[in-house]
Nanobody
Framework: QVTLVESGGGLVQTGGSLRLSCAPS????????MGWFRQAPGKEREFVAA????????DYADSVKGRFTISRDNAKNTVYLQMNNLEPDDTARYYC???????????????WGQGTQVTVSP
């Protein structure tokens, strides 16, 4: 079992930026495909971004394209989500996930973190 730990969330004003990080408390995620998902109160969990373990394949939700960037540093065993030009609709709890099969659906991932809260004020 891979335990993922997210960090970097917080409160930011509209137009601001945050960088989320995700690292395992043990083991390694170097050979896992990684994804970021988010869930706002009263809404279903939705896909945000994904990166293959080789970093050759990236995907983004339409709502974040051009504003968010997913990346990974396998030497540091860490995955990042750089979020720029944040909007109030980005307010949600953000979850990091790891999986052996690449995909943009939550079913592709079988290891999840506890999430980090991102709140964007108007």
């Amino acid at each position: 079992q891979v335990t993922l730990v997210e960090s970097g969330g917080g409160l930011v004003q509209t137009g601001g930026s945050l960088r989320l990080s995700c690292a395992p408390s043990e083991h390694t995620v170097r050979t896992y495909n990684m994804g970021w998902f988010r869930q706002a109160p009263g809404k279903e969990r939705e896909f945000v971004a994904a990166i293959s373990w080789t970093s050759t394949t990236l995907d983004y939700a339409d709502s974040v394209k051009g504003r968010f960037t997913i990346s990974r540093d396998n030497a540091k065993n860490t995955v990042y989500l750089q979020m720029n030009n944040l909007e109030p609709d980005d307010t949600a709890r953000y979850y990091c996930a790891a999986g052996s099969v690449y995909g943009t659906s939550a079913v592709s991932y079988h290891h999840w973190g506890q999430g980090t809260q991102v709140t964007v004020s108007p």
